[in-house]
């Protein structure tokens, strides 16, 4: 799970846990100390689907975990690493070590603690990700927004279209085919015998007919045709409702992507950085590295990226 990391290290200060890693660091700021919390998601699957992001392609799996050398001061909350660096601020990376599938982005939550002595702008345009010397792309809180906006606007486009033609099919009137047969039969006898000409002749006979008929009616039922819309109205409306319940979600839940804010001395902030992860490593793990630069000074935080 990921960790609320904000919401810990502010109960760790103020408790002044003797065990942690994250307490020197702050011990001398706790009368000072305070948090811009942030409503972090559970995990990270969760974080990629919400934020419309989680692609999965293949069945392979890959996990975050502390990188080799630093095993020695990381520290443990609730089971999730966060690997510390101090330097003028101090800088801390936690991730959750449960394995996910590869090919789908990843999410690390960065947080700085600002112990210099003027405040500091801090956000994603601090921080830089890369893995074999190459950058790997970020993802803003904007350009996740613009994700989650465009995909529920294609599928209420997709849904309006179903629902036209539904509409139209629940518009047509019922088609019935009728079949019958008619018969007739006459029979006609006479005799002519004219009086005048030069032969005179004379005519009898019968007539006999036979027939058959079908046809093709069409019928409308008003009550059914409106009954058949109202349906499909309904229908419409639940899944756009359900559309635009699932954007909103998503939306409020990047309120756990890191922005830029202003930091006094005393207090820190974080958040998560998502990124679209190197290919999924061999049987040696690769290391990613998370580089913060703030205006006083510079970070490098190794995270290891296995199977």
């Given at each position: ?14 408790r ?6 994250i307490?020197?660091y ?8 305070f ?7 559970r ?8 934020a ?10 890959v ?12 520290t ?5 690493p ?6 003028k ?12 599938p ?6 690390l ?41 465009q995909r529920?606007?294609?599928?209420a ?6 629902a036209g033609?539904?509409a139209?099919a629940?518009?047509?009137p019922?088609?019935t ?5 008619s018969y ?5 006898s006479?005799?002519?015998n ?9 005519y ?6 036979f027939?058959?008929?079908s ?24 899944q ?13 839940n990047?309120?756990?992507?890191l ?5 006094p ?8 950085i ?6 999924a490593?061999?049987?040696s ?5 998370i580089?913060?630069?703030?205006p006083?000074?510079?970070h ?7 199977r």
């Open positions: 799970m990921i960790t609320q990391i904000l919401h810990i290290i502010e109960t760790v200060i103020n002044i846990h003797p065990q942690s890693a307490q020197p702050f011990a001398k700021q706790e009368e000072f100390f948090v811009h919390k942030k409503s972090f998601l995990n990270q699957k969760f974080i990629a689907l919400a419309g992001t989680l692609i999965l392609q293949g069945c392979s799996s996990k975050f975990d502390v990188a080799e050398g630093d095993t020695n001061k990381a443990y909350v609730q089971g999730n966060v690997v510390p660096s101090k330097n601020t101090a800088a801390f990376v936690s991730f959750s070590p449960e394995a996910f590869a090919n789908q982005r990843g999410c939550n960065v947080t700085l603690a600002n112990t210099s002595k003027t405040p500091l702008n801090f956000g994603p345009e601090n921080i830089s990700v890369s893995c074999d010397g190459k950058q790997l792309k970020t993802f803003s809180y904007e350009a996740l927004k613009r994700e989650i906006q529920a606007a294609a599928a486009i997709a849904m309006g279209m179903a033609m539904n139209a629940a518009s047509m019922s088609t085919t009728t079949y019958g047969t007739g039969y006459g029979n006609f006479g005799t002519a004219p009086t005048y000409g030069y032969n005179p002749w004379r009898s006979g019968n007539y006999n007919s027939g058959s008929y046809a093709t009616s069409t019928t409308y039922n008003p009550a059914a045709a409106v009954s058949a819309q109202a349906a499909v109205n309904a229908n419409s409306l639940q756009m409702n359900m559309i635009t319940a699932n954007r909103n979600a998503s939306v409020a990047l309120e756990s992507m922005r830029t804010t202003t930091i001395p005393g207090a820190a902030y974080g958040g998560n998502v990124f679209k992860l190197p290919p490593p061999g049987k793990p690769k290391e990613i590295l580089t913060i630069q703030t006083v000074d510079a490098q935080i190794k995270v290891a990226y296995r």
